[in-house]
C-alpha cells in the first residue's frame, strides 16, 4: 500500500469546492482500476429505487473508458429496460439483502448479481452475532447487556445503575431504523421489552455523541477504508423515527478530536479484516460513534449505504475508482492494488426527508438539479454531485408517485455543496439545510393525501 498525494485540487476550486480541508483515504487508482473493469466485464447494471448512487460514480465512467453503467429501478416496470447486447453484464444492487426483488430481477435476465455471501452478509447485519466480529477484531463497543427471548427478568434487571440511557436493538434492523429504540428510563425500556417479546435484543449503554460512518470495501488482499462522515439520524421534521437515518456530510480529520480520525479508518480496517475471513467481499459501512475522540463501534451495514454516493464524490476528485467499481472487482478478483492517497474533502451533505404520518402520495418533484427562489424549488441546470455549485442541490425521489407510503419511509434525498448540521450528538440543522426541507416538505404536502 502506497501514499500519495492525490490530484484535483485545481478542479475542485473551478468547481467551487476550495480544497480547504485533507484526509487519507484508500483505493485504486482510476486509470489502473478502469483497465481492470474492462478486462472482466461490459456493462454494470445498478439496481435501485433511485439511480443517484449510480449518478455520482457517472463522470468516472466516462466514453471510452470502462464498462458502461446503467440504473435500473427493479421495483418498477422494468419490460421496456434496454440491457444492451454485452455478452459480459454483472448486476449491483444497493441492498440485495432486504427482500428478493433484485435478486429475482437479475435473475429473470441471466445475469449474476454481484453481492456478499449471503451467510456472511447475515452474520454481520445481526446486531448481535456483530458482537463478535467487533471483538475479534478487538474494537470498542458501548457497554451492553443480552436480553434472552425467553425467561426475561424486568427492565430493572437489565439495566445497570451507572447508565443514564440505554439504546435497545434487536438482531434484524431494517433501512429505515426501527429496529433500534432509545430508552430513558426503566418504563420505557419495559415497553421495548414488551413489544419485542420473543427476540433475544441487545440493550446498550447510551453514548451522547456524534455519530459517524466510515466505508470500506473488503477485498481478497486488503480491505480498502474510504471516507468517513458524519451520519445524521433521528433529526425531528425528517423523520418520526429515533433511529432513522437522514443524512450525511463529509468530514476531514480536522474535524473531530485529534486521533480520531485515524482510530476511526483502523476501526474499519480491523472490522473488514474480520469480515474477510468469514467470507465477506464487497462494500459495507461501519457505524459508530464518538465518545470524545474515541470511537466506539455499532453496527455493520453489509451493503452499499446512501452515503456512498457522497463518498464518490471525493473518490472521483482525488482520482480513484468510485466504491461502486471497487464492489465488483473486489467480487470478481482475488486481489487489488491498493494505495492510500492525501484527498481533499469537498463540503458535501445530504438530508433524507421521511413521510411522517401513513398517506397516498400524490405527485413528487421529478429527481433533478433545483435551486430556491423565495422559498420554492426552481429547477436549475443538470450537474453531477461533485460539480453541484453552492445554493444548488440535487433532489433525487426515493419514492413512487401516487403509492401508498407509511410512517417513516423514505420519500425525498437531497444533495447539497455545503454543510447541512452541525457536528454534534444532537445536530440542528443548518439554516440553508431547513430552507430545503421546509421547501421540499411544502411540495409532498400539497401533492399528497
Known amino acids: 500500500m502506497t501514499i500519495s498525494q492525490a490530484t484535483g485540487g485545481r478542479e475542485m476550486v473551478e468547481s467551487g469546492l476550495a480544497p480547504q480541508r485533507f484526509a487519507k483515504i484508500d483505493g485504486v487508482g482510476l486509470d489502473a482500476g478502469m483497465d481492470m473493469l474492462e478486462a472482466v466485464v461490459d456493462e454494470i447494471h445498478w439496481l435501485d429505487r433511485s439511480p443517484f448512487l449510480a449518478a455520482s460514480a457517472r463522470p468516472s465512467f466516462r466514453a471510452g473508458r470502462g464498462p458502461e453503467l446503467h440504473a435500473f429501478s427493479p421495483f418498477s416496470n422494468t419490460d421496456k429496460d434496454d440491457l444492451g447486447t454485452a455478452r459480459r453484464a454483472v448486476c449491483v444492487a444497493f441492498a440485495p439483502e432486504h427482500g428478493p426483488t433484485a435478486s429475482a430481477w437479475a435473475a429473470a435476465r441471466a445475469l449474476p448479481l454481484l453481492a456478499p455471501d449471503p451467510v456472511a452478509s447475515a452474520f454481520a447485519a445481526d446486531k448481535l452475532d456483530a458482537l463478535a466480529v467487533f471483538l475479534e477484531a478487538g474494537i470498542e463497543t458501548p457497554e451492553?447487556?443480552?436480553?434472552?427471548?425467553?425467561?426475561?427478568?424486568?427492565?430493572?434487571?437489565?439495566?445497570?445503575?451507572?447508565?443514564?440511557?440505554?439504546?435497545?436493538?434487536?438482531?434484524?434492523?431494517?433501512?429505515?431504523?426501527?429496529?433500534?429504540?432509545?430508552?430513558?428510563?426503566?418504563?420505557?425500556?419495559?415497553?421495548?421489552?414488551?413489544?419485542?417479546?420473543?427476540?433475544?435484543?441487545?440493550?446498550?449503554?447510551?453514548?451522547?455523541?456524534?455519530?459517524?460512518?466510515?466505508?470500506?470495501?473488503?477485498?481478497?488482499?486488503?480491505?480498502i477504508v474510504t471516507a468517513v462522515s458524519h451520519q445524521l439520524v433521528g433529526i425531528p421534521g425528517l423523520t418520526t423515527v429515533w433511529g432513522a437515518h437522514c443524512g450525511n456530510q463529509l468530514i476531514a480529520p480536522t474535524d473531530l478530536p485529534d486521533g480520531a480520525y485515524e482510530a476511526i479508518r483502523t476501526a474499519a480496517a480491523r472490522v473488514g479484516d474480520q469480515l474477510r475471513l468469514h467470507g465477506y467481499r464487497g462494500v459495507f459501512g461501519l457505524d459508530l460513534v464518538l465518545e470524545r475522540n474515541r470511537?466506539?463501534?455499532?453496527?455493520?451495514?453489509?451493503?452499499?449505504?446512501?452515503?456512498?454516493?457522497?463518498?464518490?464524490?471525493?473518490?472521483?476528485?482525488?482520482?480513484?475508482?468510485?466504491?461502486?467499481?471497487?464492489?465488483?472487482?473486489a467480487c470478481l478478483l482475488p486481489e487489488l492494488p491498493v494505495q492510500t492517497v492525501v484527498a481533499p474533502v469537498p463540503t458535501l451533505g445530504q438530508l433524507v426527508v421521511h413521510a411522517l404520518r401513513d398517506r397516498q402520495l400524490g405527485a413528487l418533484p421529478e429527481s433533478g438539479t433545483y435551486?430556491?427562489?423565495?422559498?420554492?424549488?426552481?429547477?436549475?441546470?443538470?450537474?453531477?454531485?461533485?460539480?453541484?455549485?453552492?445554493?444548488?442541490?440535487?433532489?433525487?425521489?426515493?419514492?413512487?408517485?401516487?403509492?401508498?407510503?407509511?410512517?417513516?419511509?423514505?420519500?425525498?434525498?437531497?444533495?447539497?455543496?455545503?454543510?447541512?448540521?452541525?457536528?454534534?450528538?444532537?445536530p440542528r440543522l443548518t439554516a440553508a439545510g431547513s430552507d430545503w426541507v421546509s421547501a421540499v416538505s411544502a411540495c409532498v404536502e400539497e401533492s399528497s393525501c
Open 371 to 426: 435551486r430556491l427562489e423565495r422559498g420554492a424549488l426552481v429547477p436549475g441546470e443538470n450537474r453531477c454531485l461533485a460539480d453541484l455549485p453552492a445554493g444548488h442541490a440535487l433532489l433525487w425521489a426515493q419514492a413512487q408517485p401516487g403509492t401508498e407510503v407509511g410512517e417513516g419511509d423514505e420519500l425525498i434525498l437531497l444533495q447539497l455543496a455545503e454543510a447541512v448540521a452541525g457536528l454534534q450528538a444532537h
Open 144 to 223: 451492553f447487556v443480552r436480553v434472552p427471548a425467553d425467561g426475561r427478568a424486568t427492565a430493572r434487571r437489565y439495566w445497570p445503575d451507572a447508565w443514564e440511557a440505554v439504546v435497545v436493538q434487536r438482531r434484524e434492523n431494517n433501512l429505515i431504523g426501527r429496529g433500534t429504540r432509545l430508552a430513558r428510563n426503566h418504563d420505557e425500556l419495559q415497553e421495548c421489552l414488551d413489544a419485542w417479546a420473543g427476540r433475544e435484543l441487545r440493550v446498550g449503554r447510551y453514548v451522547d455523541g456524534p455519530s459517524v460512518t466510515v466505508t470500506g470495501c473488503v477485498a481478497g488482499n486488503a480491505t
Open 295 to 329: 470511537p466506539l463501534a455499532i453496527e455493520i451495514n453489509p451493503r452499499f449505504q446512501t452515503v456512498v454516493s457522497l463518498v464518490q464524490a471525493v473518490e472521483q476528485h482525488a482520482d480513484l475508482l468510485p466504491c461502486l467499481g471497487l464492489h465488483v472487482l
